[in-house]
């Protein structure tokens, strides 16, 4: 099975900043990765598949990056509806199977 | 317009069977390529994938928890339906179902998300 770990847990950032969010897979998944956004009480947003492409209607600030074991999310100068919860997610081919990690919550320093 | 919306029980007794109704409009399940999938998340922590049905009436489980999960269509009425059976407090959270299409000949990422639906075990 498949492990994915993020890091850091939490993150607190000010609104502005750049910011990079890392995903790190237990093996090479090449660039199935996926990124969701979760805000409180909401259900999950896709924001990024294939490891870089953005999904409709995603800001260019988010972007995508990385291949094989490591993945990074980044957002380019932070706004404040870009504070929630990010996971990352891999998909492997045969047997279908999907795997999230354990999420980053983005927090307002 | 592509929606989803789960419904079921909000309580459901230690060791019964959950069966929790995807309805989705916008899409057929019968179309090539797409798919349908339910994922679950206990409160506070993330979450985890279940199961996933094509449009060919393929089905996929999470290896952990097949032994329990049942997957099924209903393409006149436009359902997904997913039974859990031996429910425990474990089980205890949201469980959303999502539309997968596929994308550059993959089927990767889930694009649109029903709102969820709590469940709580309990006695």
């Known amino acids: 099975e498949i492990v994915m770990t993020q890091s850091p847990a939490t993150l607190s950032v000010a609104p502005g900043e750049r910011v990079t969010l890392s995903c790190r897979a237990s093996e090479s998944i090449s660039t199935n990765l996926v990124w969701y956004q979760q805000k409180p009480g909401q259900a999950p947003r896709l924001l990024i598949y294939g490891a870089y492409t953005r999904a409709t209607g995603i800001p260019a600030r988010f972007s995508g990056s990385g291949s094989g074991t490591e993945f990074t999310l980044t957002i380019s100068s932070l706004q404040s509806e870009d504070f929630a919860v990010y996971y990352c997610q891999q998909f492997k081919n045969w047997p279908p199977m999907y795997t999230f990690g354990q999420g980053t919550k983005l927090e307002i320093k | 317009q592509i929606t989803l919306k789960e419904s079921g029980p909000t309580l459901v007794n230690p060791t019964q069977t959950l069966t929790l109704t995807c309805s989705f409009s916008g899409f057929s399940l019968s179309t090539s390529g797409v798919g349908v999938g339910w994922i679950r998340q206990p409160p506070g922590k993330a979450l985890e994938w279940l199961a996933l049905?094509?449009?060919?009436?393929?089905?996929v489980y999470n290896p952990s928890l097949k032994s329990r999960l049942t997957i099924s269509k209903d393409t006149s009425e436009d359902q997904v339906v997913l039974r859990m059976t031996n429910m425990d407090p474990v089980d205890t959270g949201t469980y959303y179902c999502?539309?997968?299409?596929?994308?550059?000949?993959?089927?990767?990422?889930?694009?649109?998300w029903g709102q969820g639906t709590m469940v709580t075990v309990s006695s």
């Open positions: 999502a539309h997968l299409p596929m994308i550059r000949g993959v089927m990767d990422a889930f694009d649109i």
């Open positions: 049905i094509y449009w060919d009436d393929d089905k």
